[in-house]
């Protein structure tokens, strides 16, 4: 169990360009998902937290007119790439939290999507 | 500002040596801890979670905690060339409704044949 997948897997876009993302968790729910950025060689950075029916929460330094999140039912949220540019080209990877408790945040992660804008 | 450390490495080990991967933490009120392993051009997969003072073992995997001296590790008993990836250290960050995790940068971590 715990599944999440992501699509499309790789997209190549001119720059200008809208790109969306989804994030689905296929045999849970998920109340939060987050979205994550990684550059080559580089960490984890934490775009957003997606809640179900509510705004996200942007992490400080991302534009969220630029990064649109819609969490619209508990399996799905998108993620959509504004206006693209070369510097937003990078590895999008999603996650889904799947928490019994307060204390855990265990979260799953999709295959990514790597965004190629050119 | 919340950390999460972790040495870059990388870490070099033989086959079927023990890899040990640390991890020390700066928020004293952590509650659960995770371990994810990421293979290159890969997204992170998780290979177990710790909440409490001690050892947890999963198959070849023990995981690691001290909370009093905020510190976490990984120890990966024969070690095979296949455990060659990078190994993130997460630690749970309970601000208020915003359940987030903190990242550390990673273990690259080296399996020789």
């Known amino acids: 169990g715990a599944v999440v997948s992501q699509h499309p897997s790789w997209v190549i876009c001119k720059s200008g360009t809208s790109v969306k993302i989804e994030c689905r968790s296929l045999?849970?729910?998920?109340?939060?998902m987050f979205w994550y950025r990684q550059f080559p060689k580089k960490s984890l950075m934490l775009m957003a937290t997606?809640?179900?029916?509510?705004?996200?929460?942007?992490e400080q330094g991302v534009e969220k007119d630029k990064f649109l999140i819609n969490h619209a039912s508990l399996t799905l949220s998108t993620l959509t790439v504004t206006s693209a540019h070369p510097e937003d080209s990078s590895f999008y990877i999603c996650s889904a939290r799947r928490g019994w408790t307060r204390s855990y945040n265990e979260q799953f992660f999709g295959p990514g999507t790597r965004l190629t804008v050119l | 500002q919340k950390e999460v450390e972790q040495n870059s490495g990388p870490l070099s080990v033989p086959e079927g040596a023990i890899a040990s991967l640390n991890c020390t933490y700066s928020?004293?009120?952590?509650?659960?801890f995770f371990w994810y392993r990421q293979y290159s051009g890969k997204s992170p997969e998780l290979i177990m979670f710790i909440y409490s003072n001690g050892d947890k073992e999963d198959g070849r995997f023990t995981a690691q905690l001290n909370k009093a001296s905020q510190y976490v590790s990984l120890l990966i008993r024969d070690s095979q060339p296949s455990d060659s990836a990078t190994y993130l250290c997460?630690?749970?960050?309970?601000?208020?409704?915003?359940?987030?995790?903190?990242w550390g940068l990673g273990t690259s971590l080296a399996v020789n044949p």
């Open positions: 997606s809640n179900e029916g509510s705004k996200a929460t942007y």
């Open positions: 928020d004293r009120g952590s509650q659960s």
């Open positions: 997460a630690v749970n960050l309970n601000a208020g409704n915003n359940r987030k995790l903190i």
């Open positions: 045999d849970f729910q998920a109340t939060t």
